[in-house]
Every structure is written in C-alpha cells, then in structure tokens.
C-alpha cells in the first residue's frame, strides 16, 4: 500500500446523514470470515452471472495479493467491501449488503481510493449486471472496451 493510504487501525471516517457515519477501513484477519459470508451472498445474488462462474466461492483465493476495504458501521457491520489489485489500479470486487444498497456505501467506498490509489482506475463489470453499469457510468466511469470472458460480455470501464 502506498505512504499515505489508509493503514490497519486508522480508518478513514466519511460522514453519511442516512447511518450518522460509515467509516471505511482496511480489511484485518477478523474480518475474513463475514468477508467470506458477504462474497457468498454475493455470487446467490448475482443471477445475471452463468452457473459455471459461481464456482469461484473462496473469497480469500480470489483476492488474494488485493487491498481489501471495508464499509462498516457505527455499529460494527460490515455493509460493503471493495477490492483492488493496487499494481494495475484495477477495482476488483465492489459489493454493497442489500440493505445499505442506494444509500451512498458504494459510492464511499469508491472515493476512499483518491487518497492513495493513483489513477486511471479501472475495472470490468459484466454487461448483464445493469444495475452496476449504471452505478459506475453514473458516477463517471468511461467505457474504454467492451470483449468476452467466462462470465459473458463485459465491459472494461475507466474513470
């Protein structure tokens, strides 16, 4: 991790009016299994995935060697994450709990990378996942190409 991002144990508080606060902070051991729990949720939740792509259900494994952030509240619930592959300023996994969905998680989580992540960022959404493309587009991410992979057409979105 860069110099000045965020560190274990320094959070990075973002105010939000819907919780009072999110704070958003860099993932540790105890986190891993709710981390676990929530890519799991994740991969139930995605129907616009193909059966042979939820097969990939250890989150450890897929992040490995990523940044992992958390979006957790006052109360101590994790209620998103976001992983990034720092050498690429690739973003990874973003996933929010449904029921902080819409309510700005996403969003922050996102931002939390202007501290330290340089840009251009990218990532690849699948273009089945229209809810995402939305979220992404809507918040300036740029188409840049679109192609194929194991999980159908996608596109590699830029900001």
Request: proline share 6%.
């Amino acid at each position: 991790m860069r110099e000045n991002g965020p560190r274990q144990g320094e959070p990075c508080q973002c105010n939000n009016v819907w919780l009072g606060m999110i704070s958003i902070r860099l993932a540790n051991n105890s986190d891993a299994p709710k981390l676990q729990e929530l890519f799991r949720q994740f991969i139930v939740e995605a129907d616009w995935l193909p059966e042979s792509s939820k097969q990939a259900t250890d989150f450890a494994a897929v992040s490995q060697g990523e940044q992992v952030f958390v979006a957790e509240t006052r109360s101590g619930e994790i209620a998103g994450l976001i992983s990034v592959w720092e050498p690429e300023s690739f973003v990874h996994t973003l996933y929010v709990v449904p029921n902080h969905q819409r309510k700005g998680v996403g969003s922050m989580l996102l931002d939390s990378l202007e501290d330290w992540l340089p840009r251009p960022w990218r990532l690849k959404c699948v273009a089945a996942n229209r809810q995402a493309v939305s979220f992404y587009q809507g918040r300036g991410w740029k188409l840049i190409e679109t192609s194929t992979s194991q999980d159908g057409p996608y596109f590699l979105l830029e900001k």
